[in-house]
């Protein structure tokens, strides 16, 4: 997660969205303000604004709503952040599952429809062969 600097997502209902990454996810909150919140995590920041309540920032243009943005958080046990996200009734697109990069990873739908990557590195079972 080192290479995220800054990731901003415009979000429908700020307080649903807070109540989500703080508590389903368990994402620090830094703070809430006017519209805003801000999130900070290892190696990243992550932005939320409500597009309603930022009009005197951001002006009466409003960015196209839906899903399409996608996050990634690094975690310790990816198996155990799923059965914790089921539990907590967070929406899981896909996964637990082993990539060939070298991740397992689960898919889950923030409140917004964005798609949240939880990824653990897993040792590959064979060294990439010299092309």
Known sequence: ???????ILFVS????????????????????????AE??????????FDP?????LIGRARPAPGPGTEV?????DVDRE????RESGATILSGPVDRPWGHRTVHVADPDGH??????EIPRARPWADA
């Not at 209902?13 to 805003?36: H, T």
């Not at 999130?39 to 939320?48: D, P």
């Open 1 to 7: 997660m080192d290479r995220l600097a800054y990731v």
């Open 13 to 36: 209902d700020l307080e649903a969205s807070v109540r989500f990454y703080r508590d389903q996810l368990g994402v620090p909150l830094k703070f809430v303000d006017r519209g805003y």
């Open 39 to 48: 999130f900070v995590t290892v190696g990243a920041r992550l932005g939320l």
């Open 52 to 56: 309603t309540g930022l009009i005197d």
């Open 72 to 76: 990634l958080f690094l975690v310790d």
């Open 82 to 85: 799923a059965d914790r996200l």
């Open 115 to 120: 798609v949240v990557e939880l990824a653990q």
